[in-house]
T-cell receptor, first 114, second 113 residues
Framework: AQSVTQPDIHITVSEGASLELRCNYS??????LFWYVQSPGQGLQLLLK??????LVQGIKGFEAEFKRSQSSFNLRKPSVHWSDAAEYFC????????????FGSGTKLNVKP | GAVVSQHPSRVICKSGTSVKIECRSL??????MFWYRQFPKKSLMLMAT?????????EQGVEKDKFLINHASLTLSTLTVTSAHPEDSSFYIC?????????FGPGTRLLVL
């Protein structure tokens, strides 16, 4: 069965420190992969997505993610976290045939210490 | 680009009344839109998939007579919570699909008293 796992429910990092949020998926074929961010009381904003090609993708707000097929992972990274990055982050997969069935991870809440 | 709006952003209503939430894709046409419900500190729960010009497809356990979805145009889908009760209080989020990607609205906070 298809599923997305975000192993870390909460992560706390100091401002200026590096960040890595983990995402693993279980899927019949290589899906399309996404990272979204949700600030409190807001909808989800697309950070980045991977469909094919270069496995290191750049997104908005200084985020990047690396697709590793052998590990079925799509981890999100940022070299230096800002206080405004405190939010909930969701990994999601879809496709590659049916684009109406998204699978979301349970989310990782990021806290940023001053 | 790919902006989705929702209206209202928050609504308070009395138990037994109906509430309509609008979801619009502002700069693209969306054949398919989605409605989600999010409980506090929880992930998104897909309620239904809305296709323009046809009936919505509801997820198991979602009452279609309670949560009426209409997708009358390529830029507008509406969710009507009928005879709302306090247990319907929640955060409702819509999204619109553009090719492979879903773009989300800002959400609607519903409080039923």
């Amino acid at each position: 069965a298809q599923s997305v796992t975000q192993p870390d429910i909460h992560i706390t990092v100091s401002e200026g420190a590096s960040l890595e949020l983990r995402c693993n998926y279980s899927y019949g074929a290589t899906p399309y992969l996404f990272w979204y961010v949700q600030s409190p009381g807001q909808g989800l904003q697309l950070l980045l997505k991977y469909f094919s090609g270069d496995t290191l993708v750049q997104g908005i707000k200084g985020f990047e993610a690396e697709f590793k097929r052998s590990q079925s992972s799509f981890n999100l990274r940022k070299p230096s976290v800002h206080w405004s990055d405190a939010a909930e982050y969701f990994c999601a997969v879809v496709g590659p045939v049916n684009f109406n069935k998204f699978y979301f991870g349970s989310g990782t809440k990021l806290n940023v210490k001053p | 680009g790919a902006v989705v709006s929702q209206h209202p952003s928050r609504v308070i209503c009395k138990s037994g009344t109906s509430v309509k939430i609008e979801c619009r894709s502002l700069d693209f046409q969306a054949t398919t839109m989605f409605w989600y419900r999010q409980f506090p500190k929880k992930s998104l729960m897909l309620m239904a998939t809305s296709n323009e010009g046809s009936k919505a497809t509801y997820e198991q356990g979602v009452e279609k007579d309670k949560f009426l979805i209409n997708h009358a145009s390529l830029t507008l889908s509406t969710l009507t919570v009928t005879s709302a009760h306090p247990e319907d209080s929640s955060f409702y989020i819509c999204s619109a699909r553009l090719q492979e990607t879903q773009y989300f609205g800002p959400g609607t906070r519903l409080l039923v008293l």
